[in-house]
């Protein structure tokens, strides 16, 4: 056990429920059972950081729902150096599960606090990923082409600078739709064609951005 057994239990609670929800991937499955999620979550929620939902975390944003992070790594399907764009760090939970399945890893995230407190954990962890401060939505174009792009906020349409920077035969995860509701979309790069899969009903904080919505309108 490379972290340590502090709720060993909970945690393999929760990977029996993502798999009787569906997911059968198994090294996503080994590494969320591994991977402890309560470093990623503030003092007041640790008692409940396995239990199948988004919790609030620094600068008003949420670590996302443990079946979220499941269902779009299993979607993403990352290999052993897959080179891996991650818009939204957030608590850098999702960015962690990715380093853990093998992959490079850039992340970016807009609010300077929830990338220092990301940095701290990953060092903590062990994890190298490499990861800015700044807007996402337009991409990191200085490392781009990337072999999979995983958005995990809410963005109006699919940020074109993203799908610009897929190398050819990647894979682009991206949650569409208004403030309030989103769609999964799964972008597979071909050439010059870009085929487009969609998985109903989800929920995330909005990609504020150039290429985001210009602003956060709460209950929208
Ligand atoms: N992957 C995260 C989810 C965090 S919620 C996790 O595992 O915890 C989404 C994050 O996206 C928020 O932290 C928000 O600040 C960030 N975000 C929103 N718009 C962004 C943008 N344009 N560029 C970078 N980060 C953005």
């Known amino acids: ?10 945690r393999q609670e929760m990977v029996l429920g993502l798999r009787s929800r569906g997911i059968s991937d198994p090294n996503v499955l080994n590494v969320m059972g591994e ?11 640790l008692s409940r950081a396995y239990e199948d939902s988004a919790l609030p975390i620094a600068c008003d944003q949420t670590i996302s729902q443990p079946f979220t992070v499941a269902f779009m ?5 990352v290999r052993h150096g897959s080179k891996v764009l991650e818009v939204g760090t957030g608590s850098g939970y999702q960015a962690a599960v990715l380093a853990m399945l093998g992959a490079r890893v ?28 700044g807007d996402g939505s337009i991409g990191w174009s200085e490392f781009a082409p990337y072999d999979r ?6 963005a109006p349409d699919v940020p074109p600078s993203l799908s610009r920077q897929l190398a050819d035969g990647g894979v682009l995860v991206v949650p569409v739709g208004t403030q309030s509701a989103q769609t999964m979309i799964r972008v597979t790069r071909k050439g010059d064609r870009f085929q487009t899969e969609r998985f109903e ?5 909005p ?5 985001g919505w210009q602003k956060h309108r709460p209950g929208e």
Do not use: C
């Open 106 to 133: 850039f992340t970016i995230e807009r609010h300077m606090d929830l990338m220092n407190a990301a940095r701290k954990i990953f060092d903590h962890l062990g994890l190298t990923i490499a990861s800015k401060t």
């Open 73 to 77: 790594t299993q979607l993403l399907a």
């Open 201 to 205: 009903g989800f929920k995330f904080v």
């Open 207 to 211: 990609l504020v951005g150039k290429e």
């Open 35 to 45: 991977l402890p999620r309560h470093v990623f979550v503030t003092d007041m929620w």
């Open 1 to 10: 056990m490379r972290f340590g057994r502090r709720f060993d239990d909970q």
């Open 149 to 154: 792009i995983i958005v995990t906020a809410g």
